[in-house]
């Protein structure tokens, strides 16, 4: 780690090494993987969203810094006591993934989607999370933790429940056996995740259509198992294969490691790939 500090920097590292002296243990500062290393030399832990979700739950400081985006500190807030004080250090710090699915867009969809897949809302029934009977097919959704907490929510009202990449294939089973053998998921924010699990699984692409705000389906609806939300990191997107294309007569074999977040399907024909979550990644 290159931990070479600017003048700047080394009097803000110095002021917040006093700071951690003086509140001791009431202070937790959590650093995502994407951080900088200015920030991550300070951090008392370093990890995925859903692990410094855990860390935060699990901690009894009274100041819980998290340094990452709004939808992480979002979650940690939800997972600790009204004692603790869960601090975003710039909240301007977004993710552009969970921005693609609001509130707004997912319950105008939601209705939609039950009337031309032709489901029933898991909310109707007497206990939304309990397990499809004979005949019966739900539309049960499935939020990624990279989005808000109000969609969190929502899939919480309707019967749903949230993932993230390293038991995504897991939520999904638990999902599948809630929507029915002829019902479906839909999967927000991202459709990359949904997708290359539900491809995982076995599930044909031709039963994941794709679902945008304003435009509506890109397949067919009915008889589908995964309704992908139109949804991506920005990030990801910006890789393709010819970036990645090795050629020279001493390499035999190339492995490439995905997160189940990337966009794959594009990569498919250029070489062997594992997908692996965030957490198994780092």
């Known amino acids: 780690m290159d931990t070479s500090l600017s003048p700047e920097e080394k009097a803000i590292s110095d002021r917040i090494s006093e700071l951690r002296a003086q509140l001791g243990d009431d202070l937790l500062i959590l650093g995502h993987h994407y951080q900088r290393d200015s920030i991550v030399m300070h951090a008392d832990f370093l990890g995925d969203s859903f692990m410094l979700s855990q860390k935060a739950a699990e901690s009894d400081a009274k100041y819980i810094v998290f340094c990452g985006v709004h939808f992480m500190a979002e979650s940690a807030d939800i997972l600790t006591s009204d004692e603790q004080i869960v601090v975003l250090p710039n909240m301007r710090a977004g993710c552009s993934m969970a921005d693609m699915a609001t509130l707004r867009e997912v319950e105008l969809a939601w209705t939609t989607l039950l009337e031309q897949a032709e489901l029933n809302d898991p909310l109707d029934r007497e206990d939304p999370t309990a397990p499809a009977g004979p005949g019966e097919k739900f539309l049960v959704p499935v939020t990624y933790m990279n989005s808000s907490a109000d969609l969190k929510d929502f899939v919480g009202r309707h019967g749903g429940i949230v993932c993230t990449s390293s038991n995504a294939q897991g939520i999904l089973n638990w999902a599948f056996e809630r929507a029915g ?102």
């Open 181 to 282: 053998p002829n019902g479906a998921v839909l999967f927000f924010p991202d459709q990359h995740l949904g997708r290359n699990t539900g491809n995982a699984m076995g599930i044909p692409l031709e039963l994941m259509p794709t679902w945008t705000p304003g435009i509506g389906a890109m397949g067919e609806l009915k008889g589908s198992r995964i309704i992908l939300w139109h949804g991506f990191c920005s990030v990801h997107k910006r890789f393709t294969p010819s970036q990645i294309e090795i050629s020279g007569p001493n390499i035999q074999t190339v492995l490439l490691l995905f997160i189940l977040n990337a966009q794959s399907k594009r990569f498919l024909r250029a070489m062997p790939m594992v997908l692996r979550s965030t957490f198994e990644i780092s």
